[in-house]
T-cell receptor, first 114, second 110 residues
């Protein structure tokens, strides 16, 4: 089974702090994604990556950056956390090449910025 | 991105089949229909997907109408653990982008 592991289930940070959310997948997937999920807004795509060192902006990239130095790891960075970034963050991965390969999600990191 | 329409909520008795409908009248010819579910406090779980033929796996069956404008996810024997929000999603173009709507909240009761 595909396993997508997010380093923390819960995180509390202060406004202005730099925050790193880590995600690791064990299936040698080419593609990795970061979403955030908020009540009433569903899941929104922040960034994705289709290869090591490659990244693409999703629908809401402002205030975030990402890093993909190794194939199995995709990090989401909040350079200066703000209260409106309090959310559930979900990482996902999928295999490349086939356009219909499903995304597999981690269990999420619930981030609270105070 | 093409959009889907699902009922906000549905109820199902344990042991009965749960039939979750989805309308996607603006689906493009190369778009797949995907179904995910999300149990409280967990990440979305992939269930099944299809293009135009009906599909079945160990979790569910997917019935897609001939005109592809709607589909139905069938859980043949619903259990209490199937209580979740179910999302019907059309696969976007480019790098496998998924656009999630608000889904159907399925409540399975004893």
């Amino acid at each position: 089974d595909v396993k997508v592991t997010q380093s923390s289930r819960y995180l509390v940070k202060r406004t202005g702090e730099k925050v790193f959310l880590e995600c690791v997948q064990d299936m040698d997937h080419e593609n990795m994604f970061w979403y955030r999920q908020d009540p009433g807004l569903g899941l929104r795509l922040i960034y994705f990556s289709y290869d090591v060192k490659m990244k693409e902006k999703g629908d809401i990239p402002e205030g975030y950056s990402v890093s993909r130095e190794k194939k199995e790891r995709f990090s989401l960075i909040l350079e200066s956390a703000s209260t409106n970034q309090t959310s559930m963050y979900l990482c996902a991965s999928s295999s490349g090449g086939q356009n219909n390969s499903p995304l597999h999600f981690g269990n999420g990191t619930r981030l609270t910025v105070t | 991105d093409a959009k889907t329409t699902q009922p906000t909520s549905m109820d199902c008795a344990e042991g009965r089949a749960a039939n979750l409908p989805c309308n996607h009248s603006t689906i493009s010819g190369n778009e797949y229909v995907y179904w995910y579910r999300q149990i409280h406090s967990q990440g979305p779980q992939y269930i099944i997907h299809g293009l135009k033929n009906n599909e079945t796996n160990e979790m569910a069956s997917l019935i897609i109408t001939e005109d592809r404008k709607s589909s139905t996810l069938i859980l043949p024997h619903a259990t209490l653990r199937d209580t979740a929000v179910y999302y019907c999603i059309l696969r976007g173009t480019g790098f496998q982008k998924l656009v999630f709507g608000t889904g159907t909240r399925l409540l399975v009761s004893p």
